[in-house]
């Protein structure tokens, strides 16, 4: 395995640091009934949804970077790799080729490294076609096919017990009081603050039967799994597909009722709610803003329309546009990142509250998560409704949007909803 460090770049300019990749990919028609979430390796990782997506196996290529500039630094790194690459690919459609999937931290000053992982193999699914990618740092033949390994697995599920992380209920609540003392001050309109659980499962630790309970759970989400951290997120931070640009805006939420009327009225009021639309009418706003600069038309929902997940109600919204220049889907994400909806409004503010408020480093928590392609398209989740597995300790995170009129007692709820799904797959 070859790793190369953010240094590396303030000196690649020219990509003589960056090894010549070997890239062929073939169509490949997969057997009846097989599923990509079931064929997850023990050292890979994956980015699903509605059971296509793409499935990644073995490591060849980590590239990394830290700091303010992380994300741009891995797309230039990302540039010089692609430019010596050496691709056969007969097939055609987005997500074939090279490809490397991400998973990239949430604060400036994490210690946490983000991430692009160029796996040895790839198997993707999308429209009904499915293809193999295989990678190398030095020419080989042109495979023929799937092997052995590739074929569906059964994943040992082990049932994992959270306890309070680094903030408690109690300290939650206190952090929710204390935003809303500087919200009534006019310091800032919206801050999203998190609360974390962990668990104690040692270092041989397998996630994928979790990862599978998610994917069949939350079919619409995209499940992903990448450098440790794995969940089923609702949210999409940005797609880039041949120049069109998408995203969706999640902001506002409610728990599902088990009466259907019951949950129709919960779905109305959460539509009507003065305090929800609110929130998320500034997360509309702040993604707007961010992608202006990159695109020729924006087209956003003019109403939010009510999201159903199985556990949630959320307001929702899809925002589209055009690029108008060269900027891959990895230089969109670094300008959308942090979203209002996974820090707040104004953002420089809200974050610098959620780095004086909270007592824990996110990590990738909240991350941009997702893929990237050689000619810039890719696509990238916000990591939610998941958790990290590092050095044999499991940490999940989950957060709320505390904006004037709400209340400390319901955000900590609304986090207990949130908890919901990575609890449910790890019971």
Known sequence: MITLTRSDTLTAESGHHFPTVFVKTIPITLPAGFKLINALPTDGEAFIRNEEGMVGR????????????RMESLAQQWRNLCAKAVVDDPTSGTAHGLVAFGSLAFADDSSALSTLVVPKQILGLRDGRAWLTVIDVADFETPTGLDAEWMATEYK??????????????????NVNAALDRIGAGKLSKVVL?????????????????ILRLANRYPTCWTYWVNGMFGASPELLVRV?????????????AGRGTDPE???????????????????????????????????EIQADEKPFSLALPNLWHLASDVRGVVSDDSSVLDIAAALHPTAAVAGTPRDIAQLLINELEPFDRGTYAGPVGWIGANGDGEWAIALRGAQLADGVLTAYAGCGIVQGSDSAAELAETDLKFKPIRQALA
């Open 194 to 210: 998190a609360r974390d659980l962990t668990a104690q499962v040692g270092a041989a630790f397998d996630p994928r039967a979790a």
């Open 58 to 69: 073995g490591t060849l290529l980590r590239l990394t970077a830290t700091g303010p500039g």
């Open 262 to 296: 019951v949950d129709r009225a919960i779905s109305a009021a959460l539509a009507s709610s003065a305090k929800n639309g609110f929130e998320h009418k500034l997360a509309v706003e702040s993604l707007v803003k961010a992608l202006e600069p990159y695109c020729d």
């Open 157 to 174: 599920h082990t049932a994992v017990e959270f306890h309070a992380g680094a903030l408690d209920e109690a300290g939650f609540e206190a």
């Open 241 to 253: 597909s041949h120049k069109q640009v998408s995203a969706r805006v999640l902001a506002g939420t």
